[in-house]
């Protein structure tokens, strides 16, 4: 009876292990909601921080869905000879350049604070200078 009783724990744990590796994270997607353009930081949390981690390290909570895992934002100086590249930055928030998150993972901010501005250019520009000054100051030493 013990060894039955066992082997039905043992298959039970197995059938759980099994459907719990079959599924796989998804990442809900939700309109972002408008954060003051102000806080670099603010914008950074609500907008990068399910990611990028609210460490900049590219361990969010979303990470573990995406095909290719977020970079590192607090290395970007390191791995560019010591130099944050700050026009990189802003055109990849801006959604002119695609990084190794693929073509669609990574969400178009530029476009998102087009809309949020509803059609300001000036804000969206206040938007990605003071996102790119907050990644910027995560920067390692």
Request: charged residues 20%; glycine residues 8%; hydrophobic residues 40%.
């Amino acid at each position: 009876m013990l060894i039955r009783s066992m082997s039905v724990l043992v298959g039970l744990m197995l059938c759980l292990a099994a459907s719990g590796e079959l599924q796989q994270k998804q990442i809900k997607h939700i309109p972002a909601r408008s954060i003051s353009p102000v806080s670099g930081r603010q914008m950074y949390t609500a907008y990068c921080a399910v990611c990028h981690g609210t460490n900049a390290k590219g361990n969010g909570t979303a990470a573990e869905a995406l095909k290719v895992p977020p970079p590192d934002l607090t290395a970007l100086a390191r791995t560019n000879g010591g130099k944050y590249p700050s026009d990189h930055v802003r055109t990849v928030i801006e959604g002119d350049v695609r990084l190794a998150h693929g073509p669609k993972e990574m969400p178009v901010w530029g476009d998102v604070f087009w809309r949020m501005s509803q059609g300001h250019s000036s804000e969206v520009q206040f938007r990605v200078s003071n996102l790119n000054e907050y990644i910027e100051s995560l920067q390692a030493k």
